[in-house]
């Protein structure tokens, strides 16, 4: 999630969950060809496995961004054809897409050419005053038939004209049975779902009415505890690390990161949500979004805010 994720972050949730696929922030496809590579594709291996998400819509230069990344090894490729951002659609690429199928066709045709790993495709339900129902289907069969087998379906439109991205994603209509239909449609193909699920109980849901895939994106970053911890239970494995443990996992990585220069508030803005719901996550929060940003704020701070959690457990078991 662009300005929001990052790879101390995708390091974070791994530690929750072993099987989860995790996916980069979406990077663009010149930003790769014309940019600082290493600065853009490098992740800690720990994240595998990984995806890595590009935007653009030009064949040669999406073939070219896959070439480069290839010698990173991301266990996936995938393509945004959802994003809906100004920014994005003056680039002519993310959602409005959606509109130019045959363009997306020749996009993912390219990339497969070049990379040794899937290709999959991220997209919307349609944009504006497109009818899903005819759309989604073709934009399918089209992409598909350039080489795609796996989808992950935003089941809202996207609004082109008039709508913040942050409205785009709260606004435009949620449509399951749209996505399940297309599972019906193309039962040969996998097909995920995303958009507006919040919980591991309605993830499991979904999962229980065929779909292949569920993906997660604000819960799992405001509430990573109740969503990530126990994810792997969806496929049979048992949870890995409680939250206190995660914390702990945490600290060589923060240490690497405070001695090469780096500032604790930039991984520790992705802990916040950590303890939600539970006793003390408000002290938790409270201590590391006050004091992580400040010159020299180190792991002692980190000590700080678990002794709010652990303390507030304490006095819930005191009664
Ligand atoms: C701050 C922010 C940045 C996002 N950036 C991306 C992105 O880079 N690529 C992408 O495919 N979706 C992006 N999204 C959309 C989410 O991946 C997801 O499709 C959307 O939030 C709906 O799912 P959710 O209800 O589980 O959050 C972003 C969402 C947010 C809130």
Redesign the pocket.
């Known amino acids: 999630?662009?300005?929001?994720?990052d790879r101390h972050c995708r390091y974070f949730h791994r530690l929750m969950t072993a099987r989860a696929m995790l996916?980069t922030?979406?990077v663009t496809s010149a930003a790769i060809v014309h940019g600082p590579k290493a600065r853009l594709l490098d992740y800690s291996t720990a994240e595998h496995p990984v995806a890595l998400?590009l935007?653009g819509s030009d064949p040669a230069e999406l073939a070219a961004a896959v070439r480069i990344a290839r010698d990173w090894r991301y266990d996936e490729i995938?393509l945004?054809v959802?994003?809906p951002s100004d920014r994005v659609q003056s680039g002519c690429f993310g959602a409005v897409l959606m509109e130019r199928p045959a363009l997306v066709a020749d996009c993912v045709a390219a990339m497969r050419d070049e990379s040794p790993v899937p290709v999959t495709v991220?997209c919307r339900i349609g944009v504006d005053d497109q009818d899903p129902e005819t759309v989604l289907p073709d934009f399918i069969d089209r992409v598909s038939a350039a080489g795609v087998s796996h989808f992950v379906i935003?089941a809202r439109k996207a609004w082109l004209q008039g709508l913040s991205?942050?409205e785009n994603?709260e606004i435009p209509p949620l449509d399951y049975d749209l996505v399940l239909r297309m599972k019906a449609s193309f039962p040969h193909l996998t097909i995920c779902i995303?958009?507006?699920?919040?919980s591991l109980a309605q993830a499991r849901g979904l999962l229980e009415r065929g779909l292949d895939g569920v993906?997660?994106?604000?819960?799992?970053?405001h509430e990573p505890g109740n969503v990530l911890i126990g994810a792997d239970a969806l496929w049979g494995d048992a949870p890995g690390r409680d939250a206190f443990a995660v914390v702990e996992a945490m600290r060589p990585d923060i240490a690497d990161h405070l001695a090469e220069g780096g500032r604790l508030h930039q991984i520790t803005r992705h802990m916040l949500g950590l303890f939600h719901g539970k006793p003390g996550a408000r002290g938790w929060r409270r201590v590391l979004s006050e004091g992580a940003s400040r010159d020299g704020a180190g792991l002692d701070l980190i000590d700080r805010a678990l002794a709010e959690v652990t303390q507030a457990a304490e006095a819930v078991r005191a009664g």
């Open positions: 999630m662009m300005d929001w994720t996916y922030e979406m998400q935007g995938n945004n959802g994003c991220k935003h991205p942050k994603r995303n958009g507006g699920i919040t993906m997660i994106g604000r819960a799992a970053y």
